[in-house]
């Protein structure tokens, strides 16, 4: 019979652009999250390398592994060693042309729970993912581990309440956001308030409107790699939502951290019967939801 209390984690870091360093750290924190009573752990979006798509050079697809190599093997072995789920964000080689940006579910065993691969791919200045990432073919999904019903969401995926809701719809107690998501130093001061504040907000509402727990794991530090350009500070602010948008852990900007916090079932339910937004959607009146725009 599953647990109706489990702890969860997500674990703020700054990495860089040896991908060796980037495994060994990892596991490290990993591992110091389990030794604190962690039982469902998440690291941030790409956890491998610096965020190479600040800029769009084909020399970063030799970051890009086939699935079960390198990340897979290292972390379930972890996963098995410390009875833990782990939610591994990689960069996927699919086939020559074909990649995406995925993450694995790892259970307790050592085992693939679920894959997720991200589905709503972004084009912004410095954040130029479609050049790399196909969009992920694989839906919406809750996944069944040993320790719970986890969804996992990647970063962009992170401002649409549509993919909060069918994931929800399907069973997810948590939602997990594995993130990369920073200012360009010189809008901090006039946009950066408000940016994050957006961003933290997007997700509370996403756990309110599903009476869901939401815990986003973002990196930190400034990422300047590409020549001639400011880079971008990814602003960290990791945290743990509950079923009512209620904060129950949050990160610094700047600091490597752990996140823990406990998800109630029984709190979820109750929030659920007195809220009951699932019962009372007008179904037979969304259809128009599915096209691009309503002309």
């Known amino acids: 019979m599953m647990k109706r209390k489990y702890k969860v984690s997500v674990i703020q870091l700054n990495l860089n652009d ?33 965020y190479f798509c600040q800029s769009e050079d084909v020399d970063n697809f030799a970051l890009a592994e086939p699935l079960y190599s390198t990340s897979f093997t290292a972390f379930s072995a972890l996963a098995k060693e410390l009875g833990v789920v782990i939610v591994v964000p990689f960069f996927e080689k699919r086939m020559p042309g074909i990649y995406h940006n995925s993450a694995y579910i790892i259970d307790t065993d050592g085992s693939e729970a679920g894959l997720y691969r991200k ?36 970063c962009w995926d992170q401002w649409y309440p549509e993919a909060a809701r069918l994931t929800a719809l399907k069973g997810a107690e948590i939602l997990f956001y594995p993130t990369a998501i920073g200012w360009a130093p010189h809008e901090v001061e006039e946009f950066g308030e408000k940016q994050h504040g957006a961003w933290m907000n997007v997700m509370k509402g996403h756990a ?15 990422e300047k790699y590409v020549p001639d350009t400011n880079g971008i500070i990814f602003w960290g602010g990791s945290f743990i939502a509950g079923p009512q948008g209620e904060i129950l852990a949050q990160a610094s900007h700047d600091k490597e951290e752990i996140l823990i916090a406990e998800v109630d079932l029984d709190l979820q339910e109750n929030v659920r019967q007195n809220w009951p937004f699932f019962r009372d959607r007008r179904i037979d009146a969304f259809g128009e939801i599915t096209k691009r725009a309503i002309d």
């Open 18 to 50: 040896i991908p060796e360093n980037n495994l060994k750290k990892c596991l490290s924190w990993v591992r110091e999250a389990a030794k604190q009573g962690a039982e469902v752990i998440s690291l941030p979006e790409l956890y491998s390398s610096h």
């Open 119 to 154: 589905m709503h791919i972004p084009d912004d200045p410095h954040f130029y993912e479609k050049f790399y990432f196909t969009p992920g073919d694989l839906g919406f999904k809750s996944i069944n581990t040993s320790k719970g019903k986890i969804g996992t969401l990647i």
């Open 208 to 222: 309110v409107a599903n009476g869901i727990y939401v815990a986003a794991a973002n990196r930190i530090g400034l």
